[in-house]
């Protein structure tokens, strides 16, 4: 099945913040239509898996890469508008039920694209390197060339494949979990403030905006003690929320034989570390 097009759009959804409106309909209309394009997206995700075997990729013509990579990039479009989606709602009703439910639902979802996103990946670093440059370097690819070539830099640091699946399974738990928890903890914080335009009842994400951008320092001074008392309450929660992370990334840096925290960012940006550094 293809990708399937939400209908037209026709309502918005309140931020929660004063005098703001985050319209999400480009992506959905409705939480009906958001399940139903993220159902088709698993069901692809799926049929992905079993028409593309690893070993097609031995013979692959650049004329079949260029259309797998389309469902590819497909899939994965899908699943970034999902969890952004998701995101955006619990921003602006980060206590409701009904959201938090709607999260973990496309994050149970989610993991089920990243297969098919793996399963491409550990196929494609299991080619050899002139194999892979051959495919890469024909002009039935060109527009996905960087990424082909740009990927197989993280070869030596991935995993099996029944690893990875274990790793990406456990993310709800040791990385999506702890996001939630912070989010939900700084969503509902807010403060009396004053910018000179009169009092009020402030989020934390105006408070925040204040502190950095507003043209009075003395303002921006105030919106900067104001929240920092509305963070020494949560300190303890959030900064377990932070440890919690980092401790799952360095032991994940460690399985994957990374020898630093920044290399595999490095990589992802194609960095030496020694620039990095100096």
């Not at 024909?138 to 070869?155: I, K, N, Q, S, T």
């Not at 920092?228 to 460690?254: Q, T």
Request: proline content about 6%; some cysteine.
């Amino acid at each position: 099945p293809g990708r399937r097009s939400a209908p037209p759009v026709t309502t918005a959804v309140d931020s929660g913040a004063q005098g703001v409106r985050w319209d999400l309909t480009p992506l959905a209309p409705s939480l009906e239509a958001m399940k139903e394009r993220l159902e088709g997206a698993v069901a692809d995700a799926a049929a992905f898996v079993d028409r593309w075997s690893a070993s097609s990729l031995e013979t692959i013509e650049p004329a079949s890469l260029r259309e797998l990579l389309g469902e590819l990039a497909e899939i994965r479009a899908i699943g970034y508008e999902a969890r952004h989606w998701a995101f955006m709602l619990g921003m602006t009703d980060s206590e409701n039920p009904a959201v938090l439910d709607i999260r973990a639902w496309v994050d149970n979802r989610s993991p089920r694209l990243d297969e098919a996103i793996r399963h491409f990946e550990l196929a494609w670093f299991a080619l050899p390197d002139d194999r892979a440059r051959s495919l890469a370097e024909d002009e039935a690819v060109v527009r996905d060339r960087h990424y082909l070539l740009g990927v197989r830099r993280f070869r030596p640091f991935r995993l099996s494949p029944a690893e990875e699946r274990a790793l990406s399974a456990r993310d709800a738990s040791a990385v999506t979990a702890w996001q939630v928890l912070r989010n939900r903890t700084l969503g509902p914080l807010s403060a009396r403030f004053d910018d000179g335009s009169g009092e009020r009842e402030w989020p934390l994400s105006e408070l925040e905006s204040a502190r950095r951008f507003h043209v009075d320092r003395e303002v921006r001074r105030r919106a900067q003690e104001t929240t920092a008392a509305l963070f020494e309450p949560v300190l303890p929660l959030l900064a377990h929320c932070y440890d919690s992370r980092v401790a799952d990334r360095l032991a994940v840096d460690r399985l994957r034989g990374y020898d630093d925290p920044m290399d595999e960012m490095n990589l992802e940006n194609e960095l030496d570390a020694g620039m990095v550094e100096a």
